[in-house]
């Protein structure tokens, strides 16, 4: 619904000034990179999940290491797959990143 009402102020503005030429060629260019910023803004939602084998390796650390971090709270979990521990990549980027600040 904002999308909507945000193309059609874009439009109104578009076409407010006549004179201006090529006009429908900048509104569909306008357009596109709106509906690009869309798409691009819908798949960093979709946020990663990884086993601990794939922390590991993101982390270059050892699984005994990830396994210390949750016991201690640093880096929480948000599922299980059987028995293995399901982590947010971006958590997990946040913690490294973060951890490396406090250095």
Aim: hydrophobic share 30%; with cysteine.
């Amino acid at each position: 619904m904002k999308q909507e009402k945000f193309l059609e102020i874009i439009t109104q503005l578009v076409s407010a000034f006549p004179s201006e030429s090529k006009t429908d060629e900048k509104l569909d260019l306008l357009i596109s990179k709106l509906e690009s910023k869309d798409k691009d803004s819908a798949e960093s939602e979709k946020d990663e999940h990884l086993l601990i084998s794939e922390v590991c390796e993101l982390t270059k650390k050892k699984r005994t290491t990830i396994w210390l971090w949750d016991k201690k709270g640093l880096l929480k979990p948000v599922g299980k797959s059987g028995k293995s521990p399901i982590y947010r990549k971006s958590d997990v980027l946040n913690y490294i990143y973060n951890s490396k600040k406090t250095k």
